[in-house]
């Protein structure tokens, strides 16, 4: 059988050279249309000018699926404007976008979309700041694939919608660790080396009403850090047992809540809070224990001599001070860093809600 050599250039059969035209026409054609497409995406030119084939469908997959999701918010039909409409209406959507850039500054955080299945339909081009990995190489992604594997359960139960919910905006706040690509320094480094991220996402539900009844999520996720800067007098820093006991306390805590550090020692924080705001805690102190770090949400601490503020803490596990004797390699204990940031004055100050708001009782029963 006859078989073309590299090297052979004697004129190709007839059928062979009409069947390598069609297959360069097919390329063109191919080519011409994922130019197409790639134009068509919202991002900056920089980005597009660097996608493979396989990113730009995953791109364009997930802009189509979020502006029928989506489809009455201001920006989703500007995304695929064709060529004259993109030109006309260029500085306005500039001005959108600065204006983006300057909410994303202000909230310390990026935007992410998930659908009902968890996939990420989108996320605001910041997330490289708190991640390290790009918003193309996690769009259309699935979020079970970048985040813990005991934090999954917890994922799709805020993924799935009661009956109650569906018809109305439900509010989500959880903690998830995601994969994390930076280091201590900020330098980026292979997923394979990447290392979990605690984030705290807030935001809602919103559903679609259509013969295909569709569901997402809208979140914002920001990283909780490990140390805070105690800004103004409202704010205190305390130190706790593993069972939220409190083993030291900053001296603020005497004009916010009227408790001397010495005697707030040995308390647990479950006796400074009010009685409904329990279960709040709760859901807290177990992040704590499964993700080293956590945030309470609003809760309400009873004041001394009656009445409570509301107040969000914000805490991390670190390991506590080696003893000096102590056994080299030995393990050092686990204490809880919190800070607790006071959002309101002092409501229903003549009210007494617990024993505990009076320290005297201790010592007037003991008499």
């Known amino acids: 059988m006859y078989t073309r050599s590299r090297r052979d250039t004697s004129p190709l059969l007839p059928g062979r ?22 134009r068509l995406l919202p991002l900056r030119a920089s980005v597009r000018a660097h996608l493979d084939k396989p990113t730009v469908i995953r791109l364009a997959l997930c802009y189509i699926r979020l502006k029928t999701l989506l489809k009455d918010a201001m920006y989703a ?34 935007v992410m979309v998930l659908s009902s299945e968890g996939d990420m339909m989108f996320l605001s081009d910041n997330v490289g700041r708190y991640l390290g990995l790009t918003q193309t190489e996690l769009m259309g992604h699935n979020v079970f694939e970048f985040t813990h594997p005991c934090d999954h359960e917890e994922i799709r139960s805020n993924l799935r919608l009661s009956a109650e919910e569906f018809w109305s905006d439900a509010k989500r706040d959880f903690v998830v660790r995601i994969k994390s690509t930076l280091t201590l320094t900020g330098r980026s480094t292979n997923l394979k080396s990447a290392t ?52 030291h306390c900053d001296h603020r805590v005497t004009s916010i809540l009227g408790y001397t550090p010495h005697e707030l020692v040995g308390r647990s924080i479950y006796e400074l809070c009010h009685t409904l705001d329990t279960v709040c805690l709760s859901k807290y102190h177990i992040n704590l224990y499964t993700k080293s770090q956590s945030v309470s949400g609003r809760y309400r601490m009873l004041v001394r001599g009656g009445g409570y503020v509301w107040a969000e ?48 009782h201790r010592y007037v029963s003991c008499s």
């Open 313 to 360: 803490s914000h805490s991390a596990v670190v390991p506590g001070p080696r003893a000096p004797k102590s056994r080299a390699g030995a393990l050092r204990p686990l204490l809880i860093f919190c800070v607790t940031y006071v959002l309101s004055s002092v409501e229903e100050p003549f009210l007494q809600l617990s024993l505990e708001q009076n320290i005297q």
């Open 77 to 110: 039909s500007k995304f695929f404007m064709r060529g004259a409409d993109l030109h006309q209406n260029l500085k306005d959507e500039m001005e959108a976008v600065d204006e983006t850039d300057v909410y994303l500054r202000v909230l310390e955080g990026f």
């Open 17 to 38: 050279a009409i069947s390598r035209e069609a297959a360069r026409k097919r390329r063109r054609v191919e080519s011409d249309v994922f130019a197409d497409l790639v």
């Open 196 to 247: 979990w991220k605690v984030l705290q996402c807030q935001g809602r539900t919103m559903t679609r009403a259509d013969p295909f009844l569709a569901s997402c999520l809208l979140l914002i996720c920001r990283p909780l850090p490990v140390s805070h800067t105690l800004l103004c007098s409202r704010t205190f820093s305390s130190q706790h047992s593993m069972d939220m006991r409190f083993m």
